[in-house]
Structures are given as C-alpha cells and as structure tokens.
C-alpha cells in the first residue's frame, strides 16, 4: 500500500456530481483538476451498503470546512458512475453531496494504491490527504465493519497545515511544539 510520501497515482476517472439532470450528473478528473489544492480522496468499498453512506455523509457535513482550508474532498469506490448516480438519487443522505464520487470500474487507482481488497475486488476503507504537490500527507486504513471519523481527518489536514509538530489530540489554534 502507498503510504505518507509517496506520490498519490496519476489517475483519470469518471465522477457523479449532480442527481438533478443527466446532462450535468458526470464529469471527469484526474490529478490536475485540483492543482495546487489538498485533497482528501477517500475510499468505499460498495455502493448500497450500511456503513459506506454514514461516512459519506460524515465527510458531506464537514465539505465546507475542508474547503476553508483549500482541501478537495473526494469519495471513491470501484462502483460506475451511474451506480453513484442511483445511490444518490435513491438515499436521502447522499442526495446533495456537495463533492464527487469518483469511478474507478477499471480498479487502476485501487490497485496503484494498494487498497484493492483481493478477496472482494473492491476498495478497502482508505483515506488519504495529499499535499497540493501530490505528495501523500496522510495515509489511513480500516476495517470494512468499522467507519471513519471524518472529523479526526480534518484535525490531522489542521496540524498538517501548520507545518509544525503537534502533541497528541491538537486541535486548531492550540499550541504546537517547539523543538529545543
């Protein structure tokens, strides 16, 4: 698995960002429609399932304030863009996400990165923030059974934009540490 300083893969993927008129549901990107810009590119493994929308929707609910500090949010699976499209359309949660679900049917990125579950043939749960020159800042992995906190990934993009060394459990504004 590629992990913090590696270079995030090139990709180029199809992406369902709007349920409102097929003309407008999908678009495509790659490593450069958020140039200079963090990202956070966070994996699923299946579309209609249980555990995958309540972080969906975690992650929608906290968009704003990963834009405030110039981070991209992207939800990703190996599910087609039209299988994102029925999703959002069909779970009241997923109806106004506010970024984009990335297709990766061909499974080019999983694999690059990794996180192709061998056994299911599906994205395992992974989450990375990449830095603005595509570097990976933070690298995290958890079971399928066991969702994320989206607002511990927003803690570790604060103490990443610090450039500073931060104690355990730093929050925003709080002191960083000083090397003697």
């Not at 990202?39 to 405030?68: A, H, M, N, W």
Request: aromatic share 10%.
């Amino acid at each position: 698995m590629l992990t913090v300083g590696d270079k995030f893969p090139e990709f180029n993927l199809k992406a369902t960002v709007s349920i409102d008129n097929l003309d407008k549901a999908f678009t495509t990107i790659d490593n450069h429609t958020y140039k200079g810009k963090w990202t956070l590119v966070f994996f699923y493994p299946k579309d209609f399932t249980f555990v995958c929308p309540t972080e969906i929707k975690g992650f929608g609910d906290l968009d704003s304030q990963f834009r405030d500090r110039d981070c991209q949010v992207l939800a990703a699976s190996t599910d087609s863009e039209f299988v994102h499209l029925a999703w959002r359309r069909d779970h009241k949660d997923l109806r106004h996400l506010p970024f984009p679900m990335l297709a990766d049917t061909a499974k080019r990125l999983t694999t690059a990165l990794g996180i192709l579950d061998a056994d299911e043939g599906v994205a395992k749960r992974a989450t990375f923030l990449v830095d603005p020159e595509g570097i990976i800042r933070f690298a995290y992995v958890t079971d399928g059974s066991v969702g994320r906190n989206p607002a511990e990934v927003l803690r570790v993009l604060d103490a990443l934009q610090t450039d500073e060394l931060c104690p355990c459990n730093w929050q925003a504004g709080e002191q960083t540490l000083k090397a003697a």
